[in-house]
């Protein structure tokens, strides 16, 4: 079983920068694979960012350049950088894990983008 707990969410105006946490309750290299996925309002959840045990990091186009994925495996914590954010990156943003063959999600944390 992995608990995920995220922060780091709140409103911010277009070209800002907001950046998310995701604390695990067991080591991160313990898990296959970590990401970001987004739900807007009236659409299906997106992958953003994964990285996986091994550092490897991958994008969806929409954020590619704009946001980053990093992990500090000492705080069992990844983390996403969203920079030149912009008001279609509104939504709440999950944590995921992949431990095969589960997959565990966090609550969730709020992130809108707007002036």
């Known amino acids: 079983q992995v608990q995920l707990v995220e922060s780091g969410g709140g409103l911010v105006q277009p070209g800002g920068s907001l950046r998310l946490s995701c604390a695990a309750s067991i080591s991160v290299l313990r898990i296959n694979t970590m990401g970001w996925y987004r739900q807007a309002p009236g659409k299906e959840r997106e992958l953003v960012a994964v990285i996986t045990s091994g550092a490897f990091t991958n994008y969806a186009d929409s954020v590619k350049g704009r946001f980053t994925i990093s992990r500090d495996n000492a705080k069992n914590t990844v983390y996403l950088q969203m920079n030149s954010l912009k008001a279609e990156d509104t939504g709440v943003y999950y944590c995921?894990?992949?431990?095969?063959?589960?997959?565990?999600w966090g609550q969730g944390t709020q992130v809108t983008v707007s002036s």
């Open positions: 995921a894990a992949r431990q095969i063959p589960n997959n565990y």
